[in-house]
């Protein structure tokens, strides 16, 4: 009975109007990978406010972390899923799962945030990729994984389905915050946004060893 008392007071903050207002929204994306940011006025001040008793809330409900990171000045929340092997940026049984060679697509368009550092606006588009393919530290690996073979041209068809896969998981990371999409049918015009770090600290391993890694991958 009093373990039922003392839950019913941490889930008093339920039933504040502001939580009431914006509870489903918030829960839904934060339940779908989202990262949560200022850009994002009225969930992110909602978990400004309630942190605490949000972080009970989901440790309870869910076994799952909420966390709370800056980054480049940059604030943002997100829950911390359960990793059950490589390839996977958060719990499989209710996410897309990268595989293995589009994570490579994610590497890349960290090392793009990286070269952009000390730059107030990190965006990029197609042809930032396609120069990292063709002329980057590591654009032989990238060659034989996107194309099979290092050759000085490619056709247009074997382009297309490149930039098919990098739309896929840029789309994928639009979703969960990590990246601001331009709304395009055709071009690929998109912000890398500081929650990148959260992708960066799950495959750590793989990026400090990706000249490893790249040679482990087979070939699209």
Do not use: C
């Amino acid at each position: 009975m009093e373990s039922n008392s003392t839950e019913q007071q941490e889930f008093s903050f339920l039933s504040n109007i502001q939580v009431q207002q914006h509870f489903a929204e918030l829960n839904i994306e934060l339940l779908r990978g989202k990262h949560i940011t200022p850009s994002f006025p009225s969930l992110f001040a909602l978990l400004d406010e309630f942190e605490n008793e949000f972080a009970y809330y989901y440790d309870t409900l869910y076994g799952l972390k909420l966390e709370r990171r800056t980054h480049d000045n940059v604030a943002y929340f997100y829950l911390e899923f359960p990793i059950s092997g490589k390839g996977r940026l958060s719990n499989p049984l209710l996410y897309l799962e990268i595989e293995a060679r589009q994570t490579i697509v994610a590497f890349m368009l960290a090392n793009l945030y990286f070269s952009n550092l000390f730059s107030y606006d990190k965006k990029f588009q197609w042809d930032d990729i396609k120069f990292e393919i063709e002329q980057g530290e590591h654009r032989e690996a990238y060659q034989r994984l996107f194309f099979t073979d290092v050759r000085p041209d490619y056709t247009d068809k074997e382009w297309e389905m490149v930039k098919k896969n990098f739309g896929t998981v840029i789309n994928f990371f639009h979703r969960i915050g990590l990246i601001e999409k331009v709304d395009s049918e055709e071009a690929i015009h998109f912000t890398i946004l500081p929650t990148i770090y959260h992708f960066i600290e799950i495959y750590k391993n793989e990026i400090e060893n990706i000249d490893v890694f790249l040679k482990e991958i087979k070939p699209l």
